[in-house]
């Protein structure tokens, strides 16, 4: 057969896959490769595209996000309101298309990497796959993993033609090197500069004093745009959700990383934050009494220091996040680990199909479990559509938490009580203990909040959590202001919290 109607065979049936993924599974299948802060990017995205300014309720200005993929999302959505006009489901199944694609042009990129460096190419690409689509493709539609793993994925490419074919490739580098900062602005001072370090040492010394000077400058221009843009604009250096979770100069590490024992976070989390250390050790081992001078060892260099870099990004937020980690922070070390481990190690060589099997069978029960046997974001979709039926787009609603899912299904005025895709106006508001005066100023109308959180009483529903201890308010409410109360869960394998949802008329 001819190699260009293989090609285009290939290529129809990737295309035909995504459509019929995106656009023909359940709603509720699909919400459930995404996360609640999802929504958060989702939302304001669509309201940016229409002209609403950068909000995620339309009351509230923020920048609680990072640049790239919002900006990219704002395009996307720019373009489809052309065609169509707003419906949460659709445009949801938009986003999943859009993520599908940018996963398969990853992997192409991937494909290429191996190929130029390895003989095996096409043995490790096959069991490369299943894992990449455990970490990577199955997880945080609508958030910006899949994006840094496609930018990685080519500048990596770049590098691998630098060092293989001898060209010279600088100025592509340089780009996506400042496209992977407005990805996640976090890594200017974690994954950024590690990768920026590997480049020098696995560069011809003629070219690293061009190298550096290339890098620093438009690093430094780069990013002092975008802080001045955000002082201009919202009259800070950092994001409104950056500026909430930094707890520096408190070290909260010990604290978070405990955290990462509890069996939620023991089996993600924690397990992607060993699979980069493991992959870190296993890589210094192999390079004993090696030089780095062969071209082999200077691409695995290059990974080495990326990977390292994100395990000093997982560290930092670790320490001086009070949040510690998000299931998406370690979604990109764990791409750059199985990276590393798939140059270090010779995968391909011994009993193939066994491992081919069991990367498979690993997907397919993973996939199972995960995506097929719980139901993660059902019930919350549910009391979405039905808040969206007894109430009115005029309704003002505060909500402390999942209100991404609930805001952008129920496509109601949804206010962040969190505050990370909120406004530091807002935030002055809690600091200042004065929450139930901005529930006045703002004119609120509803509460909403979910069960776990309840204690309910003859005459009285208190939400224990935030009671007092959240902008002085007292999250108590009568039980004549109870408007809805409809089954709540948060079912995701191991975790698994369940009792209702409650929406409360706030009397101001």
């Known amino acids: 057969m001819n190699i260009s109607i293989r090609i285009f065979q290939v290529f129809a049936l990737i295309v035909v896959a995504g ?21 958060f990017y989702i939302k304001t995205a669509y309201h940016f595209s229409i002209g609403s300014g950068s909000t995620f309720d339309l009351i509230n200005t923020t920048n609680g996000y990072h640049p790239l993929w919002f900006l990219i999302l704002s395009l996307y959505f720019f373009i489809i309101n052309f065609f169509t006009s707003f419906n949460p489901d659709v445009y949801f199944r938009f986003v999943v298309l859009l993520q599908y694609w940018i996963s398969v042009i990853t992997l192409y990129f991937v494909f290429k990497i191996f190929n130029t460096s390895r003989e095996d190419a096409h043995k490790l690409f096959f069991l490369f796959v299943p894992l990449f689509s455990i970490v990577i493709f199955t997880r945080d539609f609508g958030l910006e993993s899949q994006l840094l793993c496609l930018l990685y994925s080519i500048l990596l490419f770049y590098k691998v033609e630098e060092i293989y074919l001898n060209r010279s490739l600088l100025i592509h580098k340089v780009i996506l090197i400042n496209l992977l900062f407005l990805t996640r602005i976090d890594f200017l001072f974690s994954v950024v500069p590690a990768i920026v370090i590997a480049d020098y040492f696995t560069s011809k010394k003629s070219e690293r004093k061009k190298l550096v000077v290339s890098y620093t400058v438009s690093l430094i221009l780069i990013s ?24 520096f100069p408190e070290i909260l590490f010990f604290q978070n990383f405990s955290i990462l024992f509890q069996p939620g976070y023991l089996t993600n989390h924690f397990l992607k934050l060993g699979l980069c250390f493991i992959s870190l050790i296993i890589f210094i081992i192999s390079m004993k009494n090696q030089s780095i001078n062969s071209s082999n060892n200077k691409m695995k260099l290059f990974v080495f220091g990326t990977c390292a870099g994100t395990l000093i990004f997982l560290i930092l937020n670790l320490a001086f996040n009070k949040q510690g980690l998000r299931e998406w922070y370690v979604a990109f070390p764990a791409f750059a680990a199985l990276l590393l481990l798939f140059f270090t190690l010779n995968f391909a060589k011994k009993n193939y199909i066994l491992k081919i099997c069991l990367t498979i069978l690993c997907f397919t029960v993973y996939f199972y479990l995960t995506r097929l046997a719980n139901s993660k974001w059902d019930l919350s979709y549910e009391y979405a559509m039905k808040l969206k039926e007894i109430t009115t787009p005029e309704d003002r609603i505060f909500q402390m938490d999942m209100s991404g899912i609930v805001g952008f299904f129920s496509e109601r005025k949804i206010i962040n009580g969190d505050g990370f895709i909120n406004s530091f106006e807002y935030w002055n508001y809690i600091n200042a203990n004065m929450l139930e005066k901005y529930l006045k100023d703002k004119e609120v109308d509803f509460y909403s909040t979910h069960s776990e959180n309840i204690l309910s009483g003859p005459i009285n529903f208190a939400d224990k959590i935030y009671s007092h201890n959240f902008g002085g308010y007292h999250f108590t409410f009568p039980v004549s202001d109870l408007v809805l109360k409809m089954p709540f869960s948060y079912n995701h394998v191991i975790n698994k919290n369940k009792g209702e949802w409650y929406l409360f008329r706030i009397k101001n």
């Open 19 to 39: 459509l019929l993924f995106a656009f023909l599974s359940p709603i509720k299948f699909l919400i459930n490769f995404s996360n609640d802060d999802s929504f």
């Open 224 to 247: 002092t745009i975008y802080f001045w843009m955000n002082l201009m604009l919202f009259g800070h250096l950092l994001t409104i959700s950056a500026t909430i979770k930094n707890s």
